[in-house]
């Protein structure tokens, strides 16, 4: 009876990571959408057709070019940032909805690890914006140089004075 006791906790975790990423039924916004991501940028997925914004962050635009001091290449700034929103969306998303203008619907995700914005903020490859509830965790990627923080980065250029005002602090 002891050896089967394990192997039930076993299978019944497997059954719980194996289950779909669903909405909260308490969540704070009005509306919701879940699935698989059919699409993303560093600070946007596309779920069931929609496109849905991250709240409270900036990532770089395609556009914008880093460098890499060590290997002097060249890369676009927001390929980081797209690699890492591939791989905080292979299990899923469920986006809580909060607002909309225009054709761009603003909101909230989620993928396996917990809040996308959060973890792209923590890991150094989106900024978080003015009023963002995310400044904790981008004071701590600047001051461990994660991502686009790194040393050997050279960032986009309106990412100097936030890197700037976190060393001052």
């Known amino acids: 009876m002891k050896t089967s006791l394990p192997l039930i906790a076993v ?6 990571q194996a289950a779909p990423l669903r909405c909260a039924e308490d969540g704070d916004g009005g509306a919701c959408v879940w699935g698989r991501a059919e699409g993303f940028d ?10 849905v914004q991250l709240m409270g962050i900036a990532a770089p635009s395609h556009r914008d070019l880093c460098a890499n001091k060590t290997t002097k290449e060249d890369f676009p700034c927001n390929r980081p940032a797209r690699k890492r929103m591939a791989e905080l969306t292979a299990k899923g ?3 809580e909805l909060f607002d909309v203008a225009g054709d761009t619907l603003y909101g909230r995700c989620k993928g396996g690890d917990g809040d996308l914005a959060r973890q792209l903020v923590a890991s150094g490859v989106v900024r978080a914006t003015k009023d963002s509830p995310y400044d904790s965790e981008q004071t701590a990627a600047v001051a461990a140089h994660r991502g686009l923080w790194a040393a050997e980065i050279t960032p986009p250029k309106d990412w100097e004075t936030v890197r700037r005002k976190a060393e001052k602090e």
Request: aromatic content about 6%.
């Open 11 to 16: 299978l019944f975790a497997a059954a719980a």
């Open 42 to 51: 560093g600070e946007s997925v596309q779920v069931r057709g929609l496109r």
């Open 93 to 95: 998303v469920a986006c």
